[in-house]
């Protein structure tokens, strides 16, 4: 069975400093690979998309992902965060062959300080 | 297109009440989803289906919750009789299947408090 976790449940960087959001996941096959953002009182917004091709993706608001298959994680980075990056990211993992399921990590808060 | 659209935003009831959540999916998606989502458990998927079918309720916690979807463009989450511990944010979401590789459309959600 997929599963997907990520390691720290808090982040807390200072603005301007290198965001990093570990995600590792748990597949018999490579799966398709998702990170979601969820500001306050929001729905979830797709961040970016692992499916095939290029391993570094690219995403909204100066994201970015790499999958790395040997390490089997999908961490998303950042170079300078910013005040506007305060809010819940979530890993997520789909089934290839499946019916577009989509299994999701816990969560990592992220705080932006001043 | 609007978005998935989910109705109420928030909704206030007392124990033993019937809560009825509804959403409109994005126009043309084929997929709709229904999580729950709470600090201890984090997003748990209750249900979902294709072309109005349901093909996964494993996820739905007891008796007490039904989810019809009697079309393409509407779909209701029932609790019937609603608890305390159904306190949660339920966020209704759409996605068009194509290998999987498309991820889903969330609503904003409806905040469910049970009193």
């Known amino acids: 069975a997929q599963s997907v976790t990520q390691l720290g449940s808090h982040v807390s960087v200072s603005e301007g400093a290198l965001v990093l959001l570990r995600c590792n996941y748990s597949?018999?096959?490579?799966?398709?690979l998702f990170w979601y953002v969820q500001y306050p009182n929001q729905g979830l917004q797709l961040l970016l998309k692992?499916?095939?091709?290029?391993?570094l993706v690219k995403g909204i608001n100066g994201f970015e992902a790499e999958f790395k298959k040997s390490e089997t994680s999908f961490h998303l980075t950042k170079p300078s965060a910013h005040m506007s990056d305060a809010a819940e990211y979530f890993c997520?993992?789909?089934?290839?062959?499946?019916?577009?399921?989509?299994?999701f990590g816990a969560g990592t808060r992220l705080a932006v300080h001043p | 297109d609007a978005g998935v659209i989910q109705s109420p935003r928030h909704e206030v009831t007392e124990m033993g009440q019937e809560v009825t959540l509804r959403c409109k999916p994005i126009?043309?998606?084929?997929?709709l989803f229904w999580y729950r989502q709470t600090m201890m458990r984090g997003l748990e998927l209750l249900i979902y289906?294709?072309?109005?079918?349901?093909?996964?309720d494993s996820g739905m916690p007891e008796d007490r919750f039904s989810a019809k979807m009697p079309n393409a463009s509407f779909s209701t989450l029932k609790i019937q009789p609603s608890e305390p511990r159904d306190s949660a944010v339920y966020f209704c979401?759409?996605?068009?299947?194509?290998?999987?590789?498309?991820?889903?459309?969330f609503g904003s959600g409806t905040r469910l408090t049970v009193v």
């Open positions: 289906f294709n072309n109005n079918v349901p093909i996964d």
């Open positions: 692992y499916t095939t091709g290029a391993t």
């Open positions: 126009s043309g998606h084929d997929y």
């Open positions: 997520a993992v789909s089934d290839r062959g499946g019916y577009n399921k989509l299994i």
């Open positions: 979401a759409s996605s068009l299947l194509r290998q999987g590789t498309d991820g889903y459309t």
């Open positions: 597949s018999s096959v490579p799966p398709y």
